[in-house]
């Protein structure tokens, strides 16, 4: 299966919301903004995206939006994972009938399968469709781990491409690119260790900092990929601060609060998440302006 187009960068894209309903002027202007600055892959629906407040109905309608208006100029990657396995086929076959060029899927989160319930669970939605999927790695929001075993076993599934790892542990990264080899696509899926990651066989990055700096972000990435690593430090150390002050509270709230006072959209984020915490704003700002982007 053709994988070559999930290289780079990839931008978690936020969804906007404008008085408790998406704005779609808003994603748009975010997809041209991301597009401009030479991301690589958008990937709406996912956690940056708040996938979980959205009814299944935005779900459906922000990923046809993203495929419209990207219109084939980079690839899509449609977040349409789920707790219940049921559910994340009907979503990626939705991705899937719409022209989304993958599909992200997240490890189920509160039922805590097995290993062996894990394997399944990815096993029935390869099957179900035809798209290639990436799996996504996220102990500290879904409550379990992928061992690299698991992720070796799924990799031999024709339609299972590659797995975004934020398990934060730089010893299972390399496991499972030790096991599943170097066309078996493995991406960060958290900022601050995009650089080590392609340093040690990785493949770039789904990115929350990619929302407010797309160009640095697929540069980093170009620059590591290609092995100018003099160059890539010093990028990748610049942007440090940047990328962990996108964590300074649960992600989105700060990134849509840089977006904001970007003036590109709304810092409006659904409930249960709230807005930053005006501390936690002005530490942000500090960072932004500090970086030049404010």
């Known amino acids: ?47 940056t995206g708040e996938s979980p407040t959205l009814s299944h109905d935005e779900h459906d309608q922000v990923i046809e939006f993203a495929v419209k208006k990207v219109n084939g100029r980079v690839p899509v990657v449609a977040g349409t994972g789920s707790n219940s396995t ?24 509160y039922n805590k399968p097995t290993q062996e319930g894990l394997y399944r669970h990815y096993k029935a939605i390869a099957d179900a469709v035809s798209i290639p999927l990436i799996v996504y790695n996220i102990p500290g929001r879904s409550g379990i781990n992928i061992d690299p075993p698991t992720v070796a076993r799924m990799a031999e599934i024709e339609n299972i491409v590659g797995i975004t790892e ?20 493995v991406v960060s899926g958290d900022d601050p260790i995009t650089y080590p990651l392609i340093c040690v066989g990785g493949h770039g990055v789904i990115s929350v900092v990619a929302n407010i700096i797309p160009r640095e972000n697929a540069e980093l990435c170009r620059l590591a990929i290609s ?11 610049k942007m440090l601060p940047l990328s962990r002050a996108m964590f300074v509270e649960t992600n989105p709230a700060p990134v849509k609060a840089a977006l904001d006072m970007m003036g590109m959209v709304s810092d409006e984020v659904r409930l249960p998440l709230a807005p930053l915490l005006p501390g936690s704003r002005e530490k942000l700002k500090k960072v932004m302006e500090e970086f030049g982007l404010l």
């Open 227 to 237: 092995g100018d690593h003099d160059e890539a430090r010093k990028l990748y150390y």
């Open 166 to 185: 934020a398990s934060g542990s730089m010893a299972q990264i390399t496991e499972v690119i030790r096991l599943c080899g170097p066309d078996f696509i």
């Open 86 to 109: 049921a559910e994340a086929i009907r979503l990626t076959r939705h991705a899937e009938e719409v022209g989304a060029d993958g599909s992200l899927q997240v490890a189920p989160y």
């Open 1 to 47: 299966m053709k994988t070559d187009m999930f290289r780079g960068s990839f931008v978690a894209i936020v969804t906007p919301f404008k008085d408790g309903e998406v704005d779609w002027e808003g994603l748009e202007k975010l997809i041209e903004f991301q597009i401009e600055g030479g991301t690589n892959v958008i990937v709406p629906c996912g956690t």
